[in-house]
């Protein structure tokens, strides 16, 4: 590990920054080069088709200035109804139209939007009226009265639980998951499910049963993976908010390509009972539910409400972080060769957040690095075998599959899943990662990562290569979705944090990474960026 400083302002960036893929001789250097060129020539050939193939597609639709409360956060919309400014009906019936007109576009809701909501809704604003709700309930339900939506994997008492699977599409969870309960519990009122990738593995929401969720700022783009329904629902404000879940960056991959916030808690601090069939009581797992929103100052109550009360004492979310005393690092590439590039916008935008930080924190920003990032992708392969859920079993919904029959069904136009899910099952056969090695990896990047953060450090790390790509592309980029599932493998915290447009109208962003149980420093960091680069920009015009 070693870091590199900065000059005053953080304005000072070498090159030595790209020491992660520093070749051991010239062989090493020809091989470096000659990948950085070719994923360089790829990935522009790859844009010009797409933007070649897809002409004249549709827009997220507008949204009437009437409606302009739709927009904001959870926090404005619970005051609100609070103070009796705007009504839990009022509210629920304007996500339920905005759902209906955004829906056909973006193709984002497996069940829903559910009218019973209303009903709900109109229950809690005749206790407010009638001055039944008291301070004290108010407090203890920060949610009353604020409709969410949640995604299809995660269970919802009564509603559709497909996974994505035709051999599901009809099933429905007779509970809800703790998750669910939780929120509900706090006075959120369940408004839809959204769409994933089947049974949540791969980086695209995709599937047979609902078909294709398109990005509300280009719908010729994809939405990532697994939570992207959840994403693509939240940034054209047809939700107030929602909980994802992560494996290998399936919240936080679709907040960036979608440009809001989300949050991946670390590993154990939420229940996950009821997500993809999770007891909860799982020993060994990546796995994490956490809050997804338009507005970085919804985090951490949501995140409250989520954890629990004796995790909010543990973790010291009502404890104030000064983001002005933590030490700051960053990492401007992985240095995993099958990665694409990273987009010299993307750079930029992490150029800005280092100069500010620069400006701002009481020590200078530094380059910084971890041991065997480079080899991520076998990391997290091999971690993911490793789980407690069968993906096989899963998929063929108890069911052994065969990857190689599955191909061949699908050639000859009888398959009943996606290319990414035979992907899946073929990987099985291929040869398995050395656990040793890997756990040696695993053990010196995490005390790494431990070391040069300790208890008041932040790590600055690239989102991904480059902004939401194409629909179908991550099938030639597969490994780019690295970036993230390093911080599954590591179970630290991960907050996804949005950073304005490029130049074509998709959302910048990166993450902030903090060492275990330091979500609050990652969430307080999130609200600093969103003051001063402005967060979510909404994907439609206003009318």
């Known amino acids: 590990m070693s870091q590199e400083k900065m000059g005053k302002g953080g304005k000072q960036h070498s090159r030595k920054e790209k020491m992660h893929r520093k070749p051991s001789g010239s062989g090493r250097i020809f091989i470096t080069y000659l990948l950085y060129f070719f994923h360089f020539i790829k990935d522009f050939l790859l844009n010009l088709f ?62 829903g939007p559910f009218m019973e909501a ?15 709700v008291s301070d004290e309930e108010f407090n203890e339900k920060f949610l009353l009265g604020i409709p969410f ?24 969870s007779k509970e809800d998951a703790e998750c669910i309960r939780l929120v509900k519990e706090a006075g959120g009122i369940i408004l839809a499910t959204s769409n994933i990738p089947e049974v949540n593995k791969w980086q695209e929401t995709r599937n047979l049963l609902i078909g294709q969720t398109n990005n509300p700022y280009d ?7 697994s939570s992207g329904g959840e994403a693509a629902l939240i940034a054209a404000c047809g939700t107030a908010f929602g909980i994802g879940t992560d494996i290998g960056g399936s919240i936080r991959m679709p907040a960036f390509y979608c440009g809001i916030f989300g949050h991946k808690p670390t590993v154990g601090i939420v229940n996950t009972r009821g997500c993809t069939f999770r007891t909860g009581k799982e020993q060994s797992t990546m796995v994490v539910a956490g809050p997804m929103t338009r507005r970085a100052s919804d985090l951490l109550p949501l ?18 972080v000064d983001v002005k005393k933590l030490r700051y690092f960053y990492i401007r590439e992985s240095g995993e060769l099958r990665c694409s590039n990273v987009a010299s916008d993307l750079q930029k935008a992490m ?21 065997s990032i480079q080899y991520t992708s076998k990391m997290w392969r091999y971690w993911m075998t490793q789980e407690p859920a069968d993906f096989n079993n899963l998929l063929g919904n108890g069911v052994k599959l065969n990857g190689f029959i599955e191909l061949t069904k699908k050639i000859i136009g009888k398959g009943e899943f996606t290319m990414a899910s035979i992907y899946s099952l073929i990987d099985e056969y291929l040869p398995k990662e050395n656990a040793a090695k890997v756990k040696e990896m695993t053990r010196k990047c995490d005390e790494d990562l431990t070391n040069l953060l300790g208890d008041d450090g932040i790590l600055f790390y690239h989102s991904a290569p480059i902004p939401a790509p194409f629909h179908f592309t991550p ?16 179970h630290v915290p991960a907050t996804q944090v949005p950073l304005g447009l490029n130049s074509e109208g998709i959302p910048l962003g990166l ?32 009318v």
Not at 89 to 99: A, P, T
């Open 149 to 172: 939506t949640t995604k299809d994997s995660t269970a919802v008492n009564g509603k559709l639980h497909t996974l994505g699977l035709l051999s599901r599409k009809a099933t429905r």
């Open 351 to 371: 150029t800005k957040v280092i100069d500010h930080f620069g400006e701002i924190a009481e020590s200078q920003p530094s380059a910084a690095t971890l041991s």
């Open 50 to 111: 797409c933007k070649w193939y897809w002409t004249n597609q549709k827009v997220c639709p507008s949204l009437s200035r009437d409606e302009h409360f739709l927009t904001l956060s959870v926090v404005e919309l619970a005051k609100m109804i609070r103070t009796r400014e705007l009504t839990s009906y009022k509210l629920v019936e304007s996500y339920i139209n905005r759902i209906n007109k955004i829906n056909p576009v973006l193709n984002a809701v497996v069940d």
């Open 118 to 132: 209303l009903n709900e809704a109109k229950s809690i604003d005749m206790r407010i009226a009638n001055g039944l």
């Open 475 to 490: 099938l030639i980029n597969v490994y780019n979705f690295t970036y993230w599932s390093l911080f599954n493998v590591l």
């Open 219 to 225: 719908v010729r783009r994809t939405v990532g993976g």
């Open 511 to 542: 993450q902030v990474i903090a060492t275990r149980n330091r979500d609050k420093d990652c969430l307080a960091v999130a609200q600093e960026l969103e003051r001063i680069f402005n967060g979510w920009v909404p994907p439609f015009t206003f």
């Open 303 to 320: 995140m409250k409400i989520l954890v629990g009360p004796e995790n909010v004492k543990l973790l010291k979310l009502n404890d104030k």
